[in-house]
């Protein structure tokens, strides 16, 4: 038995994450190691989402949302921007027979229109052509920050606020998350992080207030089945609490 079927053998099917959301990082370190360009370590980044994306499909994750350009990266040096944009509609575009068999949704999830125009069409199209799909729910994160999108969210409440057509009394938490541009998914149950670094990076900041974080030193390109499995084990030997006492969480099993 090779090593991913006996950590395939460890996961308890009943007890798979709904929703999944990643950090993907390291493709930069990834290609250094290796003397190659940092481009090299984004392009390789693209075979992982791949596999991740597989795997999900595979494991009957509902959600799996990826933070493939936050809204601070647009401040990196042109040049790697534009290749990282390139790449984005490219391989999207390259992916979309793929997804389409395996019966995935694409969801754009950030300020999409900064995207140049060519990436932005494919990823466009990418959304329309798979809007019918009913497996895995691909949310793309794409010049994405938490915090734009809760002042967006604060926004749209605003203007219905304005408009007269909401009471501020009314405001509750669900009416609020319903306003992010992630609803109407559930929150994530695991966050995972690669390439060593242990902070949030402004993702998903209000989505992530109960999930289970785990973070790995494996690099993005690295990032594996069987790296995706062991966070999963990792995942499943949690007690989720939500604030409560052991014994009420294990009363209500
Ligand atoms: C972080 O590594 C990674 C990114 C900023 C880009 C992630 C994008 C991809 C993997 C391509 C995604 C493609 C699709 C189709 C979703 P880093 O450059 O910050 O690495 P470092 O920390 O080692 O410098």
Known sequence: MNNLDSLLERIDPQRIPQHVAIIMDGNGRWANLKG???SAGHAEGVSAVHCAVEFSSDMGIKYLTLYAFSTENWNRP???????MHLIG???????PDLLRNNVRIHLIGDIKRIPD???????????ATAHCTGLNLMMCLSYSSRWEIT????????EVAAGNLNPESISEDNFASHLSTSPAPDPD???RTGGEERISNFLLWQIAYSELYFTPVLWPD??????????????SRERRFGMTSAQVNENI
């Open 223 to 236: 990032f594996d089945k069987s790296t995706y499995a062991e966070a999963i084990i990792d995942f499943q």
């Open 90 to 96: 490219w391989a999207i575009e390259r992916e979309l």
């Open 118 to 128: 060519e990436a932005r069409q494919r990823l466009i199209n990418s959304r329309e």
């Open 190 to 192: 695991l966050l995972i």
């Open 36 to 38: 190659m360009p940092r």
């Open 78 to 84: 042109q040049e790697e921007v534009d290749t990282l």
């Open 152 to 159: 967006e969210a604060a926004r749209l409440i605003a203007r």
